[in-house]
C-alpha cells in the first residue's frame, strides 16, 4: 500500500519494467502517461478512502474530542471497545436491528425478488410493464422512500391509520414513533426498494443462462421448480454470490431511512447512525464515534473478502 | 377405428394441456398485475396526495375523492422551500463529480485491462474494496480531514475541503471510482487485444491509443454508467449530511431533511416536494431505463 501511496510515476514505472516483452515498444513518455494514468485514480482511492478507513482504526483507540488539534489525541488503548460493549446502551439495540435488517433482507425481500425475477424471465406480453413497476422504486433515493412512505405511515394524516380508522388519540397507532413498530415499518418501505433491485440484476444473469439448459431439463421431465432448483439456480453462481454480497452491504450500509424518520434512535439504532450521531452534535467523541466505525468496518470486511475471492478466482481459473 | 380413437385421446389430452398451460397463464398475468399494482401504490398515491388542497384532505379525509385537483402544492413546494436553489447545487456537484469519475477510471480500467502491471489485480481489488465500505467507517477522520486540510481560495471560499462544493465532489469521485473501475475493465477486456498491437504498429503512444481507440469504442459503457453514476450521486444523502454546515450549500437530497420541518404543516405538501425532488429520477427511468439497467448489469454479468 505504501508503494501506490506516491502518486504516478514510480508504480507504473515500477510495473512496467517487469512485465517484459509486450512493453519493449513503449517509450519513456508512454510510461509516464501509464503511470499517470494509474496514479491519480489511486491517489484519490487511497487518500480519500483507504486512509480515512486505518485512520478509524487507529483513533479508535484513542480520546478525542476533535478540540485542541492532534496533540490533544490521548492513546486509551481498549477502553472504546470496552464502554461499547458495557456502559454504551444503543449499542447491541443497533447491532441487533442491524442483524434484524440483514435477515429481513436475506429471507424475505431478496427471494421475493428472485421469485419476480424467474417469473418474469418467461417470455410474455406485458413483462415490460411488470418490469417497470416493480423497478420503479431502484432510481428514487432513499431519502424520498422514507418521504413517499411517511405518506403512508403518518400518524394521522397518513394512509394506512385512515384506512384502518385508527386516528384518534386514544387508538392511533404510531407506525414510525413506537419503538416495537417501526423498524418493521422502515424495513417494509427498504424492502420496496430492495425487491426491484435484486430482481433487475437477477433478471439479467438469467437471461445470460443458456436456454438449451432449460429446454433439456424440460424433455427430460423435470417441472419448472425442479428445473430452478437443479438446473437454473446452480449455473447462476456467480450472480447468486453478486446478490448475495449486494444485500448484506445494503443491509450494513443502511442509514438514510432510519435518519430521515428519526435520526436513528428510539428503536431504530443502527450502527452506521450510532457512528454519525457521535461525530455530528455538540459532544464529538471521535475516538468512541471511531469504535463503532470498526465494528462496523470488522462486519463487512467478512463479504468484502468473500466476494473480492471470488471475483479473482474467476479472472484466474 | 381403435386409430381414430387414440387419436381422439391424444387431442383431448393436449387440449386439457393447453387448456391448463393457459389457466396458468392467466394466474400468473393476474398475480403480477396484483404484484405491479401494489408495487406502483405508494408512488401513485404520493401523486395523488400532491394534487389535492389540503382544506379538502382535512375535511373530507384522506381516504375520498376528489372534489378538487390543484398545482397549489407544488408552486408552494417549489417557492417555500427554495428548490431552485438546491436542484442548482446539486447540478454543481454531480456534473463534474460525474465526469471526473468517469474520465479517471476509464484511464485507470485502460491501464490494469490492456496492459499487465505486477500489481494489476491488487489495485483493481483494493478499488472494488473500497467502494464496498459503508461511508460511515470512513466519515469521522475524513471530516477531521475535511476541516483540517487546506485548499488554495479560488478553489474554496473558506480554504477548507469543508463545507464546499469541491469536498462533496472530491468524495464522489473516490468513493465511486471502484464501482466504475470495474465495469470499465470488464468492458474494455471484451474488446479484441489486436486493437492495442496495431496501434503500436502504427507507432500510436498510449495517450492515443487511448483517447483515439479504445475510449471511443467504450462509448456505450461510458453512457449506461454515466446514467447510473448521476442518478446515484444526485440520490446520495449521507456525504453533504456531514461534509457541509451550510444548509444553503446542501444537495437537494441532503436539503429534504432541512425542508422537513418546513414540509410538515401538511403532508399535500410533502407529497409535492417529493414527487418534485423525484422528478429527475423519475425521467431517467422514463427515458434511460435501459442506459440505467445496463450500467447496473454490466457490473455484476460481466456483459
Known amino acids: ?317 | 377405428m381403435r386409430a381414430i380413437a387414440e387419436r381422439l385421446v391424444e387431442t383431448r389430452a393436449s387440449d386439457a394441456g393447453r387448456r391448463t398451460k393457459r389457466i396458468k397463464r392467466t394466474v400468473l398475468h393476474a398475480f403480477l398485475i396484483v404484484m405491479s399494482l401494489v408495487w406502483l401504490f405508494p408512488l401513485a398515491y404520493a401523486v395523488y396526495t400532491s394534487f389535492r388542497p389540503f382544506a379538502e384532505t382535512a375535511k373530507l379525509g384522506y381516504v375520498s375523492l376528489p372534489q378538487h385537483l390543484t398545482f397549489d402544492n407544488y408552486v408552494h413546494a417549489w417557492v417555500q422551500a427554495d428548490l431552485p436553489k438546491f436542484f442548482l447545487n446539486t447540478v454543481i456537484i454531480v456534473v463534474p463529480a460525474m465526469i471526473i469519475v468517469l474520465f479517471l477510471a476509464s484511464m485507470m480500467a485502460f491501464a490494469v485491462s490492456r496492459y499487465s502491471f505486477r500489481f494489476n489485480v491488487g489495485l483493481l481489488l483494493l478499488f472494488t474494496a473500497a467502494n464496498l465500505l459503508p461511508p460511515q467507517v470512513i466519515i469521522t477522520p475524513l471530516f477531521r480531514m475535511y476541516l483540517a486540510l487546506p485548499l488554495p481560495d479560488f478553489l474554496s471560499d473558506n480554504g477548507l475541503f469543508y463545507d464546499q462544493f469541491i469536498g462533496i465532489i472530491a468524495i464522489h469521485v473516490a468513493f465511486q471510482m471502484g464501482f466504475c473501475t470495474f465495469v470499465l475493465s470488464n468492458y474494455m477486456k471484451t474488446l479484441p487485444k489486436e486493437l492495442n498491437e496495431a496501434a503500436v504498429v502504427d507507432g500510436a503512444s498510449v495517450a492515443r491509443t487511448f483517447f483515439q481507440i479504445i475510449l471511443p469504442l467504450t462509448r456505450p459503457a461510458l453512457a449506461a454508467l454515466a446514467t447510473l453514476q448521476a442518478t446515484w450521486m444526485y440520490n446520495d444523502f449521507f456525504w453533504a449530511l456531514i461534509l457541509m454546515r451550510t444548509g444553503d450549500k446542501y444537495p437537494i437530497t441532503s436539503g429534504l431533511n432541512a425542508l422537513k420541518g418546513q414540509f410538515f404543516t401538511d403532508n399535500n405538501l410533502v407529497a409535492a416536494g417529493s414527487i418534485l425532488v423525484a422528478l429527475p429520477t423519475l425521467i431517467v427511468f422514463l427515458v434511460l431505463q435501459k442506459q440505467f439497467v445496463r450500467g447496473l448489469t454490466i457490473g455484476s454479468t460481466k456483459g
Request: aromatic share 12%; glycine share 10%; net charge positive.
Open chain 1, 1 to 317: 500500500m505504501s508503494s501506490t501511496r506516491t502518486p504516478a510515476p514510480p508504480t507504473g514505472g515500477a510495473g512496467v519494467r517487469r512485465s517484459g516483452r509486450k512493453f519493449s515498444v513503449l517509450t519513456g513518455q508512454d510510461r509516464v502517461v501509464l503511470g499517470l494514468m494509474v496514479g491519480i485514480p489511486t491517489f484519490m482511492v487511497v487518500f480519500f478512502v483507504i486512509i480515512p478507513m486505518i485512520a478509524s482504526t487507529i483513533l479508535s483507540f484513542t480520546q478525542w474530542n476533535g478540540i485542541g488539534g492532534f496533540a490533544a489525541i490521548k492513546f486509551v488503548g481498549l477502553q472504546n471497545y470496552i464502554d461499547l460493549v458495557t456502559v454504551y446502551i444503543p449499542f447491541f439495540p443497533a447491532l441487533t436491528h442491524n442483524l434484524i435488517w440483514l435477515g429481513f433482507f436475506l429471507f424475505i425481500a431478496t427471494p421475493i425478488g428472485i421469485f419476480f425475477a424467474v417469473l418474469l424471465d418467461k417470455e410474455m406480453r406485458g413483462t415490460r410493464f411488470y418490469q417497470g413497476a416493480l423497478y420503479l422504486p431502484v432510481v428514487l433515493s432513499l431519502a424520498i422512500v422514507g418521504f413517499i412512505w411517511q405518506l403512508q405511515y403518518a400518524p394521522e394524516q397518513g394512509l394506512i391509520n385512515n384506512v384502518l380508522g385508527t386516528t384518534r388519540q386514544d387508538n392511533l397507532i404510531s407506525w414510525l414513533g413506537d419503538p416495537s413498530l417501526n423498524l418493521w415499518a422502515v424495513l417494509v418501505a427498504a424492502s420496496w426498494r430492495h425487491v426491484g433491485y435484486v430482481m433487475i440484476l437477477y433478471l439479467a444473469g438469467l437471461k445470460s443462462v443458456d436456454p438449451t439448459l432449460k429446454e433439456a431439463a424440460a424433455i427430460d421431465g423435470a417441472g419448472e421448480v425442479d428445473t430452478f432448483r437443479r438446473v437454473v439456480f446452480p449455473v447462476m453462481r456467480p450472480i447468486n454470490i453478486v446478490i448475495l454480497v449486494i444485500t448484506v452491504i445494503e443491509s450494513l450500509r443502511a442509514f438514510d431511512l432510519a435518519f430521515i424518520v428519526n435520526k436513528g434512535l428510539n428503536g431504530l439504532e443502527l450502527l452506521s447512525t450510532l457512528v454519525t450521531n457521535n461525530i455530528i452534535g455538540e459532544t464529538s467523541r471521535i475516538g468512541f464515534g471511531s469504535a463503532i466505525a470498526v465494528v462496523l468496518l470488522v462486519v463487512s470486511v467478512g463479504p468484502i473478502l468473500f466476494y473480492l475471492t471470488r471475483a479473482l478466482r474467476e479472472d484466474n481459473p
